[in-house]
């Protein structure tokens, strides 16, 4: 479903990735755990597209996703499409403060998609059940905690019937009694084989969740396994570290 070859980027004279493989097949769903610098987010950015990089090559079910080869419009039109296919979810919410709840989840569908008011109701109340938030429908995002903005996000996100979902570190900005509402709606998305790729510094969640679990460090996959055998044996001296100071 997702597949990324040999990705660099650079910000300046700063290589941040340097050289990244990584294959999702459809329905997994891939943990990437790391330190703060690692590179983390500017690989599921890149992945999105939010960043441009400098070489490799990103595949989403086929189809090229970096495309040098298209120049202003045509480029707009095939990122946008290839973006409609993906939803992602960031450690801020960033939800549109002026929208109501439905309103935040149905505006992709009904101003990317055409869909009409009533369907667009219909699948945002849907989806808000499914987040179990349907009697926040009218609620504004002010008056949410952030586990319910975070539900919110995840519910706009999957309003577009997206093929993958990237989650950046979707808990660390919840206070703790509020992350688990969150891992909960995330793990249901699993057990649904939505193919999924998670930044986390959940270590626990990261191996309860996940089909395979990734360590970056530098710009690179440091060790790469299983999560049980990533988090109980890794091979590699900086994986043991970081998971001593982690887990
Ligand atoms: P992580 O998510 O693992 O914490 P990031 O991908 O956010 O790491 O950042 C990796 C490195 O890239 C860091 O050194 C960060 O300062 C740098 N970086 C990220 N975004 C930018 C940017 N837009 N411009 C310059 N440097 C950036
Ligand atoms: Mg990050």
């Keep these: ?10 910000f300046g004279n700063l290589e941040v990735l340097k050289g990244i493989d990584l294959k999702v097949d459809r329905g997994k769903i891939i943990s990437i755990i790391g330190p703060s610098g690692s590179g983390k987010s500017t690989l599921l950015r890149s992945i999105n597209y939010l960043e441009v990089i400098d070489e490799g090559s990103i595949l989403l079910d086929g ?38 709840t439905l309103e935040n989840v149905t505006l992709a569908p009904r101003k990317l998609k055409g869909v009409d008011a009533r369907s667009a109701r219909e699948l945002g109340m849907d989806l808000l059940e499914r987040v179990g938030l349907a009697d926040k429908a009218s609620a504004y995002p002010s008056s949410l905690s952030g586990g319910q903005k975070q539900r919110v996000a995840i519910a706009r996100a999957l309003a577009m019937r997206p093929k993958v979902m990237l989650f950046d570190e979707a808990t660390s900005a919840l206070d703790p009694e509020l992350v688990e509402e969150v891992n909960q709606v995330m793990k249901r998305l699993a057990e649904e084989h939505m193919t999924m790729l ?44 970081f998971l001593r100071k982690h887990l």
């Design 198 to 241: 998670i930044v986390t510094h959940e270590m626990g969640f990261a191996r309860d969740v996940s089909d395979w679990a990734m360590f970056m460090d530098g710009g690179v996959v440091v060790e790469e396994n299983t999560p049980d055998r990533l988090f109980t044996h890794p091979d590699q001296e900086r994986t043991c570290n």
């Design 63 to 100: 189809a090229q996703v970096n495309r040098p080869d298209l120049k202003g419009l045509a480029f707009e039109r095939h990122i946008n499409h290839i973006r409609q296919n993906m939803g992602m979810v960031f450690q801020h919410f960033n939800l549109f403060p002026h929208l109501s």
């Design 1 to 10: 479903m997702v597949e990324l070859k040999g990705v660099k980027k650079r």
